[in-house]
């Protein structure tokens, strides 16, 4: 005989047989907007944005690298400011905007951000380039004319191992003209 207990509360709480031994599994179900659809999952409340967005919606863009937020390999753009989606826990995204690299991409077309990059040869291994797209979409987004300063500040947060990051701030600066337009 299969005993099942279901409390509903904000979440649910659900008793799942598992041989002689029952194991308990809480779920939550959160929607959200990624990259202009709405989307509903059901998971586990203590999963992170990042977990979601790789392992129930299958989005590979953002990168798990850290999981402490000191990479940005994992950056994504919560209601217009960038996140590390590792520190972000999916229940803070109910109701959200969220929009990562695959996002950005337009009718097949890529952003001036991701086309700069191409052009300038600031891609290498390609790990940690969508966080650093996002973040200067995020920048460009709301500031259109930066300067290296605000560029470099706005970059701080992701860390790239294989360039000395001159090609990707000259990048940024090309994506801004080109973004202007």
């Known amino acids: ?20 031994k029952t194991a308990l599994r809480i779920e939550k179900t959160v929607n959200f907007r990624l990259n202009g659809e709405q989307v509903t999952v ?14 129930e919606l299958h989005v590979t863009g953002p990168k798990e690298d850290c999981a402490k937020g000191e990479c940005g390999a994992c950056t994504v753009i919560k209601d217009g400011a960038p996140v590390c989606s590792c520190l972000v826990l999916v229940s803070q995204a109910e109701g959200s905007e969220i ?28 790990h940690c380039i969508p966080g650093m797209i996002v973040s200067a979409s995020a920048l460009l987004m709301r500031n259109q004319h930066p300067t ?21 701030i000259t990048a940024v600066q090309e994506a801004a003209k080109n973004w202007r337009q």
């Open 1 to 20: 005989m299969v005993n099942t207990l279901l409390i509903v509360l904000d979440f649910r709480l659900e008793k799942v047989p598992s041989s002689e």
């Open 42 to 55: 059901k998971c586990p409340p203590a999963y992170t944005l990042l977990e979601v967005l790789r392992e």
């Open 99 to 126: 929009m990562t690299s695959e996002g950005l991409v337009k009718d097949g077309r890529l952003n001036p951000v991701q086309e700069a990059f191409i052009e300038q040869g600031a891609v290498q291994c390609g």
């Open 148 to 168: 290296v300063d605000e560029i470099r500040t706005a970059l701080s947060g992701n860390l790239c191992r294989c360039t000395g990051y001159s090609k990707i």
